[in-house]
C-alpha cells in the first residue's frame, strides 16, 4: 500500500481509506467460504447505485481446480487481430508506457500505469471462459478487481453503466453490478504468466459471470456512465449480440 502511486487529489490517508473501507472482505476471501455463505443476488442490477452495491453482498461463483485448467484449450477471438498498443504491449519498454484511463460519473478521474495497479490487492480466478461460437475454456486470471479500482474513484450516484474501450477499437458496455462484482477483475496474467499479447495484454477483463464477448481484451479505458450513448453497446451487441451477456 505505501509503495502505491497517487494520483495528487488523493492523499495517502485517503486512498488508504478508500481501499480500505471494505476490500478487507475480499482479501479474506481468497479461499472464499466466508463469502459464499452470504448469498446475494443480480436482482435489479440496473437500479442500484455504487454506494449501494458496495455494501450488498452477490453471489460468488466457485472456482475450478488448477488441475482443470487446459492452456491449449483457450482458443484467440478477436475480430481484427492483435492490436499495437504502443507497439505490442507486451514488451517491457512498451508496458512502462501503457496507462489505464479511468473517468465518467467519477469524483476523481485517474490515469493509473501498471505499477499503480501492482499497489493494490491481487486476486485470481479459475474459471470458464464461455465463447458462443461454440469453445470454452479453463483459464486462471490473475490481476485487480474492478471493484477496488472503484472505490478509488468513487463513481458518483448517477453511474448506473461501465463503459470499456480497447486499443482495437472494440467497445463494451456493462451494468454497474456486474462491474463491482467480486470476481470481476482487470486481468494481467493468465494460467500464471504474464497476459500474452493476443490475450489482451497488458489488462483485459475476466468474470465467471458473463459470456466471453463481455470480457474486453486491451483495455485502455473504464468509464462510468448514467447512461449508455447511441451505438455504444458494445461492438457485438450493436450487431445483436445479447446485451447483458451474462453466463
Ligand atoms: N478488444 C477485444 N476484446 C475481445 C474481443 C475482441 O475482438 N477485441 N473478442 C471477444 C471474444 S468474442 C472472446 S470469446 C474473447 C476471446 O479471448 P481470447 O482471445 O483471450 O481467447 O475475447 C473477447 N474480447
Ligand atoms: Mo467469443
Redesign the pocket.
Known amino acids: 500500500m505505501n509503495r502505491l502511486k497517487l494520483p495528487s487529489h488523493l492523499n495517502r490517508r485517503q486512498a488508504i481509506q478508500l481501499l480500505g473501507m471494505s476490500s478487507i472482505g475480499y482479501l479474506l476471501n481468497s479461499c472464499s467460504s466466508e463469502f459464499t455463505a452470504k448469498v446475494g443476488d443480480l436482482t435489479e442490477p440496473l437500479n442500484q447505485s455504487f454506494g449501494e452495491l458496495l455494501v450488498k453482498p452477490q453471489l460468488l461463483i466457485p472456482e475450478f481446480a488448477k488441475s482443470a485448467i487446459d492452456p491449449k484449450a ?7 487481430g492483435t492490436p499495437e498498443i504502443v507497439g505490442g504491449a507486451f514488451l517491457k519498454e512498451n508496458r512502462d508506457k501503457y496507462r489505464l484511463t479511468i473517468d465518467g460519473e467519477v469524483k476523481f478521474p485517474m490515469e493509473l500505469n501498471l505499477n499503480a495497479l501492482k499497489q493494490l490487492p491481487q486476486t485470481s480466478i479459475i474459471m470458464q ?1 464461455v ?3 461454440g469453445w470454452a ?1 479453463i483459464v486462471q486470471w490473475g490481476g485487480v478487481r474492478l471493484r477496488d479500482l472503484a472505490k478509488m474513484v468513487q463513481p458518483k450516484d448517477s453511474a448506473r453503466y461501465v463503459l470499456f474501450q ?3 477499437k ?1 467497445t463494451e458496455s456493462w451494468d454497474l453490478a456486474s462491474a463491482l462484482h467480486p470476481q470481476t477483475i482487470l486481468a494481467d496474467r493468465m494460467n500464471g504468466e504474464i497476459l500474452p499479447d ?3 495484454a497488458p489488462l ?1 477483463l475476466a468474470t465467471p459471470i458473463k459470456l ?2 463481455k ?4 483495455v485502455t479505458k473504464v468509464s462510468f456512465v448514467s447512461q449508455i450513448p447511441k451505438g455504444g453497446k458494445g ?2 451487441e450493436e450487431q445483436g449480440y445479447e446485451w447483458f451477456g451474462g453466463i
Open positions: 483457450l482458443l484467440l477471438n478477436s475480430y481484427d471462459h465463447c458462443v461460437e475454456a480497447s486499443a482495437d472494440y493476443d490475450n489482451g483485459r466471453g464477448y470480457l474486453s481484451k486491451w461492438y457485438w
